[in-house]
């Protein structure tokens, strides 16, 4: 495996900084599309939003050595608007206070809450652009890197946005069920979704590894390390099969059988959704070869 | 103002690694971190067999990738153009290790800031040359002002046709190479 500078810290903020603008996606989907029944999986997409991307904030922040020990230099972080680092600073300070005003607004938390219920549309249409900044823009910091050129193609913001979606939709699921396990029927509603989510992921990855083989000679070579080489287990195993196929056939089941499918099998294929989503952004960090120099 | 520059005659390197422990030396850096590296290349195919040993080092990039991604902008381009790091501004984020190129960027955890090689602009300044430069046993390489069409490393670099490696990649290197 070839050393990358970023590890698991990185790869935990990819994941959750995309599973809590996705779950705020859904949350707002559900609450402007969908009728009554709904409204326990809103209120779980809300809740887990804004805490979700404060702690994949976090892992950026542990991640960080000088700016670690001396806090008050992460005020530099926005000098470069050439940076992605400095957008992610701008679309992350702004996204948090809106996903934890959303939150507080839809489970009536404090007077701010029961304030902010008053403008609830307005806060879903700001948060959801700006969680669908957050999205891409974590496909988009590792995009522009000059250093591998893996990661260098415009799909990898879409790719990473697919994921973010269907990762997020999936653990307001498991949040909506943990709260309320009667719930759990209606969950059913949302497997479609679960399977519009997943078959774009699943497209936009195989394109992303196809494209690859041809893109370039370092390109191609991370590409087969996932296909056929030293990760190709982890690959197939827990993102094409686990994060993929099984909550594919799972959710077309759970549609078919409306409410009739056990609970462990239906939060069983959102945590799968979890486990693919979090291996896809640990594979394609860990994968990435710097070009051939000499 | 002039255009600082290093060009690497391969072909007279015998990989003894003594610009490696120089470097070391002269930035105080712990044993395993390096600001310069030989990498051996094979070359051809038995019977026409070679081992070529290439030193590695920053290249100074003209349009560097580092610079632009640096979220502080603790990596900056000193009027000689050299890439330097302000050390008081880096808060440590990797990105620049990620975005080079030429993976010649490296983090000291003793402070928890990125550092390179940094063309021993102090001693430079002062009509010094490098140490990885002066050195060498066998002068491999060559400092210089690559501005001066007289300078040693211009005419060099003019003879030889020596080339920057992986000038596709489009950052404008400043370290150029003889071959063969």
Same mark, same amino acid.
């Given at each position: 495996?070839?050393?990358?500078?970023? *590890?698991?810290?990185?790869?935990?903020?990819?994941?959750?900084?995309?599973?809590?603008?996705?779950?705020?996606?859904?949350?707002?989907?559900?609450?402007?599309?969908?009728?009554?029944?709904?409204?326990?999986?809103?209120?779980? *997409?809300?809740?887990?939003?804004?805490?979700?991307?404060?702690?994949?904030?976090?892992?950026?922040?542990?991640?960080?050595?000088?700016?670690?020990?001396?806090?008050?230099?992460?005020?530099?972080?926005?000098?470069?608007?050439?940076?992605?680092?400095?957008?992610?600073?701008?679309?992350?300070?702004?996204?948090?206070?809106?996903?934890?005003?959303?939150?507080?607004?839809?489970?009536?938390?404090?007077?701010?809450?029961?304030?902010?219920?008053? =403008?609830?549309?307005?806060?879903?249409?700001?948060?959801?652009?700006?969680?669908?900044?957050?999205?891409?823009?974590?496909?988009?910091?590792? !995009?522009?890197?000059?250093?591998?050129?893996?990661?260098?193609?415009?799909?990898?913001?879409?790719?990473?946005?697919?994921?973010?979606?269907?990762?997020?939709?999936?653990?307001?699921?498991?949040?909506?069920?943990?709260?309320?396990?009667?719930?759990?029927?209606?969950?059913?509603?949302?497997?479609?979704?679960?399977?519009?989510?997943? !078959?774009?992921? !699943?497209?936009?990855? !195989?394109?992303?590894?196809?494209?690859?083989?041809?893109?370039?000679?370092?390109?191609?070579?991370?590409?087969?390390?996932?296909?056929? *080489?030293?990760?190709?287990?982890?690959?197939?195993?827990?993102?094409?099969?686990?994060?993929?196929?099984?909550?594919?056939?799972?959710?077309?089941?759970?549609?078919?059988? =409306?409410?009739?499918?056990?609970?462990?099998?239906?939060?069983?294929?959102?945590?799968?959704?979890?486990?693919? *989503?979090?291996?896809?952004?640990?594979?394609?960090?860990?994968?990435?070869?710097?070009?051939?120099?000499? | 103002?002039?255009?600082?520059? +290093?060009? +690497?005659?391969?072909?007279?390197?015998?990989?003894?690694?003594?610009?490696?422990?120089?470097?070391?030396?002269?930035?105080?850096?712990?044993?395993?971190?390096? @600001?310069?590296?030989?990498?051996?290349?094979?070359?051809?195919? @038995?019977?026409?067999?070679?081992?070529?040993?290439?030193?590695?080092?920053?290249?100074?990039?003209?349009?560097?990738?580092?610079?632009?991604?640096?979220?502080?902008?603790?990596?900056?381009?000193?009027?000689?153009?050299?890439?330097?790091?302000?050390?008081?501004?880096?808060?440590?984020?990797?990105?620049?290790?990620?975005?080079?190129?030429?993976?010649?960027?490296?983090?000291?955890?003793?402070?928890?800031?990125?550092?390179?090689?940094?063309?021993? +602009?102090?001693?430079?300044?002062?009509?010094?040359?490098?140490?990885?430069?002066?050195?060498?046993?066998?002068?491999?390489?060559? @400092?210089?002002?690559?501005?001066?069409?007289?300078?040693?490393?211009?005419? @060099?670099?003019?003879?030889?046709?020596?080339?920057?490696?992986?000038?596709?990649?489009?950052?404008?290197?400043? +370290?150029?190479?003889?071959?063969?």
């Amino acid at each position: 495996m070839p050393e990358s500078a970023w *590890g698991w810290l990185i790869v935990s903020y990819l994941f959750l900084a995309g599973a809590g603008a996705g779950a705020f996606v859904s949350a707002v989907a559900c609450d402007l599309l969908a009728p009554d029944w709904s409204k326990s999986l809103a209120r779980a *997409g809300a809740l887990v939003s804004g805490p979700l991307v404060i702690i994949g904030t976090a892992c950026l922040v542990l991640d960080l050595e000088a700016g670690f020990w001396e806090p008050w230099r992460q005020i530099y972080l926005t000098r470069n608007l050439h940076s992605m680092i400095t957008w992610g600073v701008l679309i992350l300070s702004a996204f948090i206070p809106v996903a934890l005003l959303y939150g507080a607004a839809v489970g009536e938390i404090s007077f701010i809450g029961r304030m902010a219920k008053k =403008y609830v549309v307005v806060i879903e249409a700001v948060g959801s652009v700006l969680a669908v900044c957050t999205a891409g823009y974590t496909g988009v910091l590792i !995009a522009v890197v000059n250093g591998v050129p893996f990661w260098n193609t415009p799909l990898m913001p879409v790719l990473f946005t697919a994921s973010a979606m269907s990762t997020g939709l999936a653990i307001s699921m498991i949040a909506a069920a943990i709260n309320d396990i009667t719930t759990i029927r209606t969950l059913s509603n949302f497997a479609l979704g679960h399977v519009i989510f997943i !078959a774009i992921e !699943a497209v936009v990855l !195989a394109l992303f590894v196809f494209m690859s083989m041809t893109r370039s000679v370092e390109a191609a070579s991370s590409a087969m390390m996932l296909v056929s *080489g030293s990760l190709s287990p982890y690959f197939w195993a827990l993102v094409v099969v686990m994060g993929i196929l099984v909550p594919f056939v799972l959710s077309i089941v759970e549609y078919y059988q =409306y409410g009739e499918m056990p609970k462990t099998l239906v939060v069983g294929a959102d945590v799968l959704v979890l486990v693919g *989503g979090m291996s896809l952004r640990a594979l394609i960090i860990f994968s990435g070869q710097p070009p051939q120099i000499v | 103002m002039p255009r600082y520059g +290093i060009a +690497i005659d391969t072909t007279k390197c015998i990989g003894c690694n003594a610009c490696r422990v120089a470097c070391q030396n002269q930035n105080n850096l712990e044993p395993k971190g390096e @600001f310069n590296k030989i990498v051996e290349k094979d070359r051809g195919v @038995f019977p026409s067999f070679s081992k070529e040993f290439v030193p590695l080092q920053c290249n100074h990039c003209g349009q560097a990738p580092c610079q632009r991604v640096c979220p502080t902008g603790a990596t900056y381009t000193a009027p000689e153009g050299v890439v330097l790091v302000n050390e008081k501004l880096c808060v440590g984020c990797k990105y620049c290790i990620e975005a080079c190129p030429y993976k010649m960027r490296t983090i000291d955890h003793r402070s928890g800031v990125v550092v390179k090689c940094k063309m021993c +602009i102090e001693m430079v300044r002062e009509g010094g040359v490098p140490a990885c430069v002066s050195t060498c046993p066998t002068q491999v390489r060559i @400092f210089g002002d690559l501005d001066d069409p007289y300078s040693e490393i211009s005419r @060099f670099v003019a003879k030889h046709r020596a080339q920057p490696l992986r000038a596709d990649l489009n950052t404008g290197p400043q +370290i150029y190479y003889k071959r063969s």
